[in-house]
């Protein structure tokens, strides 16, 4: 598993979040909300746990 965190607009986030949807190899869980930076109204924080999609270990 890998915790993922990212950031950038919300159009930015969006579309890069749909490229890691088409990726049969891995899944997105325990995925947050878009969480605005404080001190701007522009970026935005995102947070989740990828896993791939195949593995066999087991998900706390």
């Known amino acids: 598993m890998v915790k993922l965190r990212i950031q950038?607009?919300?159009?930015?986030?969006?579309?890069f979040l749909k490229v890691l949807a088409r990726n049969k190899l891995l899944t997105l869980e325990n995925e947050s909300e878009f969480i605005p930076?404080?001190?701007t109204e522009k970026y935005y924080r995102y947070y989740a746990?990828?896993?791939?999609?195949?593995?066999?270990?087991?998900?706390?």
């Open 8 to 15: 950038g607009t919300k159009i930015e986030l969006k579309k």
């Open 37 to 39: 930076n404080k001190g």
């Open 49 to 60: 746990e990828v896993f791939f999609a195949d593995s066999k270990l087991e998900r706390r």
